[in-house]
């Protein structure tokens, strides 16, 4: 299963960190997909297991980083702008997790754009899961956590 995360430059929150690992325990990425900016995307990094991410900078400082901070088996993805990078990611995706900054939707939010891009696809795709933990570690707006986990564990288990 690939896992896509995008998240606010803000960080998570501790209850946002909580439910992302419990995700990641129940779904056991293959692969996982995520920007490289500040914050939560690097949060997210520190989370997952060295050999299994792709890496998706969009600009100087962040291609950078990632060379400083993949590992053998890692890949780095030429530098795109934020929101496609965001649509490869999610496209590569079966499981999207977002960790925005507001519970509210946001306009001019590159995390709540994922979310939007996210929504559409999942409409054409039947086995996409959204989940959204909002910054109080709930995820409140498209899929609540429980039904997120669940969703997770049978499409980890179909995909064995």
Not at 145 to 154: G, I
Request: glycine share 6%; aromatic share 4%; proline share 4%.
């Amino acid at each position: 299963m690939d896992v896509c995360f995008t998240g606010t430059r803000e960080g998570m929150t501790l209850g946002q960190m909580g439910a992302v690992r419990e995700l990641l325990d129940q779904a056991r990425p293959d692969r996982v997909h995520h920007g490289c900016a500040e914050g939560a995307d690097r949060e997210f990094h520190a989370m997952t297991v060295a050999g299994t991410r792709d890496l998706y900078p969009c600009n100087v400082e962040q291609y950078e980083w990632a060379r400083a901070n993949c590992a053998a088996g890692d890949v780095i993805h030429p530098i795109e702008a934020p929101l496609v990078r965001n649509r490869q990611m999610v496209d590569k995706s079966t499981l999207i997790i977002a960790a925005p900054r507001t519970r509210v939707e946001e306009q001019r939010s590159g995390t709540w754009a994922t979310v939007r891009y996210a929504r559409r696809v999942k409409r054409d795709r039947l086995h996409v899961v959204l989940a959204v933990i909002g910054p109080d570690h709930h995820s409140r707006t498209y899929l609540d956590l429980s039904k997120a986990k669940r969703a997770v564990a049978t499409a980890a288990s179909e995909a064995k």
